[in-house]
């Protein structure tokens, strides 16, 4: 799984029928385009057809060095910088705030996806952190209102069920990427993260290439995750 989260400028600049092409081809200064690496995305259904298991297994060719069984579930990438077939969308954030146009393409786009089970492709528009803490609760009270459950019955399963990351399979990422070289998470995930191992790389998101991805991965496969733990 991949979640991204995008700048709301690049929201109101892109026309909505170009919005989500942006993010399968983009182009650099030199007209070159760059694709995300196929090493981004895991499979999120088992029961698929043999022959879109073995699109997968080859897409899914790891470099040398990195051990498949070590792979993160759902890896998190913060861009800084400038739909392939059976991937489903979905967008998390605020849709509110940014323009009808594309609200209606967004509503478009996940449900002309939502079937589609090879990959889950998650990004996060007008999104923060503190923002997805905020609406969980309201949800929560909410239901509290209606009497749907007690106080005492609220506990951390239940928050995290209102939380925007509700509709994948994995909300927690394994690991999380911030490119451009800044040492922060931006307020992105902070629920969902607690855990999360962090990766600082410097390049800007639009060179963020194969060899930065498979950098990230060999340094999160050596390293020992405790969960709030001590040492074994």
Same mark, same amino acid.
């Given at each position: 799984?991949? @979640? ?24 650099? @200064? ?19 057809? /043999?022959?879109?298991? +073995? ?25 800084? +910088? &400038?739909?392939?077939?059976? *991937? ?21 786009? /996940?449900?002309? *996806?939502?079937? &589609?089970?090879?990959?889950? $492709? ?12 905020? !609406? ?20 951390? =399963?239940?928050? !995290? ?7 994948? /399979?994995?909300? $927690? ?5 911030? *490119? =451009?070289?800044?040492? #922060? ?6 629920? !969902? ?10 390049? %800007? ?9 498979? /950098?990230? %991965?060999?340094?999160? !496969?050596?390293?020992? #995750? #405790?969960? +709030?733990? #001590?040492?074994?």
């Amino acid at each position: 799984m991949l @979640s991204l989260r995008l700048r709301s400028s690049v929201c109101k600049t892109l026309p909505p029928k170009k919005f989500f092409q942006f993010f399968s081809h983009q182009k650099t @200064s030199d007209d070159q385009t760059h694709e995300f690496p196929p090493l981004a995305a895991t499979k999120t259904n088992s029961g698929l057809k /043999e022959e879109e298991k +073995g699109g997968i297994e080859q897409a899914m060719q790891l470099p040398e060095g990195l051990r498949k069984e070590s792979m993160p579930r759902h890896v998190a990438v913060i861009m800084d +910088g &400038n739909s392939r077939e059976g *991937t489903r969308v979905s967008i998390i954030g605020d849709t509110s705030r940014v323009p009808k146009s594309l609200q209606r393409t967004i509503c478009d786009i /996940e449900e002309m *996806t939502r079937e &589609n089970s090879k990959f889950h $492709f998650i990004m996060a528009i007008s999104y923060s952190g503190t923002y997805d803490v905020v !609406q969980a609760c309201k949800s929560v009270a909410q239901k509290v209102k209606d009497g749907v459950i007690q106080v005492e019955d609220i506990n951390e =399963s239940v928050v !995290q069920e209102e939380l925007e990351t509700k509709c994948c /399979e994995f909300p $927690f990422p394994d690991l999380l990427i911030r *490119t =451009s070289g800044e040492l #922060r998470i931006s307020n992105f995930l902070l629920w !969902q993260s607690a855990y999360s191992e962090l990766f600082f790389a410097k390049a %800007l998101w639009p060179d963020f290439g194969k060899a930065d991805f498979v /950098e990230a %991965l060999t340094s999160y !496969q050596h390293r020992q #995750r #405790r969960y +709030g733990g #001590r040492y074994s």
